[in-house]
């Protein structure tokens, strides 16, 4: 921290990537409408604003893991900030997931006249319950006790071991993608298959989003793990990702449980 | 709090009486101390050791249920009627009349 400075707060410099990261919000939304409407050029905004959107997530990152590790501005104090913003977007995805949740009971519970009455609907066939489903749920939790192992080594100082523990993690999340994957390809139906194929593929289809972009933020944690930016008494980053990362292995169960199990016999 | 204040005073009690009176007041301090659980002493290279072992077993159990699961090969679905609320199409996708996933159907 620097030595003049009298309190424990860190306050920021002006910085670009708020207002470029809103630019490439806005292309992307612009683009991606225009890409599913048949207009020109629709495509081309879509990518350039997710490459801004990505190029801002990388600076803006970088910029702060400078502020914190290399030049120390996240006292205690600071870092109350991200564990309560950390812990307010994991309650917001809670939420989110939810609604896709609630949207396939809604449909499953009271199926409609229109789709036979019945569920699954008439003429969709389902995916067995017990085959990539029942699999895949085991290996998110088992990539939860790799985590675990991974916070215990770090705050036990054992700094090559929590290496190991996240490549543990990141395999396991791979692995799980990659039956997620396989499962998309063997399915029966797709998402233009009945509202079962809307709420199945997209509460599944978001949930294994959420696996990605968990795993990107432990392979982060992983490589910052290596080069020792992690320490017993700050890794305030790879909390979050625990976090992030319980969140995404517990809610599997519940898509296991409601959408692929009793929605699925 | 106050409990857990009650219970550690009660085994502070319990543990007095079990070494009887000739003994007591050999480490009274380490027997009065509370155990909260926000201060309770973690042994973290016991615990990494721990979650290292329940990885090993998920890792195992994972493997085994993948073979098991993989050399029972996939299943083949008849082709439903085409029912209106089947294969929907509004308009066309932005990239081609092919859904996502939905190849396959046309190769088999």
Not at chain 2, 48 to 62: D, H, L, R, S
Request: hydrophobic share 45%; with cysteine; glycine share 10%.
């Amino acid at each position: 921290m620097i030595e003049s400075q009298r309190h424990s707060y860190h306050l920021v410099d002006p910085s670009p990537w708020p207002i470029s990261g809103s630019l490439g919000a806005l292309a992307t939304t612009v683009g991606g409408v225009m890409y599913m409407h048949p207009f020109q050029g629709g495509a081309t905004l879509l990518s350039l604003g997710l490459i801004f959107i990505l190029y801002t997530m990388f600076v803006w990152w970088r910029d702060v893991l400078r502020e914190s590790t290399l030049e120390g501005h996240h006292t205690k104090a600071v870092q109350l900030g991200p564990r309560y913003g950390s812990i307010l977007f994991i309650v917001s995805e809670v939420m989110f997931l939810f609604a896709f949740f609630w949207a396939s009971s809604h449909s499953s519970l009271a199926p409609t006249v229109e789709i036979g009455g019945i569920w699954p609907p008439k003429g969709i066939g389902v995916l067995d319950p017990r085959e990539i489903p029942f699999l895949n749920t085991p290996i998110l939790p088992s990539s939860g006790a790799a985590v675990t192992w991974a916070h215990h080594a770090i705050l036990a100082g054992k700094e090559k071991r929590a290496v190991y523990a996240l490549v543990a993690t990141v395999s396991l999340a791979l692995v799980s993608t990659g039956f997620q994957g396989m499962e998309y390809y063997q399915a029966p139906s797709t998402i233009s298959d009945s509202i079962y194929g809307s709420t199945f593929f997209s509460a599944t289809g978001f949930h294994g989003f959420h696996v990605i972009i968990g795993t990107l933020f432990l392979i982060i944690c992983g490589i910052r793990q290596y080069l020792g930016h992690l320490t017993k008494e700050h890794h305030v980053g790879f909390e979050a990702a625990a976090w992030y990362w319980h969140f995404v292995d517990v809610v599997r169960l519940f898509p296991f449980v409601s959408i692929y199990w009793w929605g699925g016999i | 709090m106050a409990t857990s204040m009650a219970r550690s005073g009660l085994r502070a009690a319990a543990a007095a009486a079990l070494r009887g009176e000739a003994k007591s007041g050999a480490r009274p301090v380490l027997l009065n101390k509370r155990s909260f659980s926000a201060s309770a002493h973690h042994d973290d290279a016991y615990e990494t050791a721990k979650w290292e072992k329940i990885t090993y077993a998920g890792i195992v159990t994972c493997t085994i249920l993948s073979i098991y699961n993989l050399s029972k090969g996939h299943p083949h679905h008849p082709e439903p009627p085409p029912y209106p609320y089947l294969h929907i199409r509004n308009k066309e996708f932005p990239w081609g009349p092919d859904g996502l996933f939905e190849k396959k159907h046309s190769e088999h």
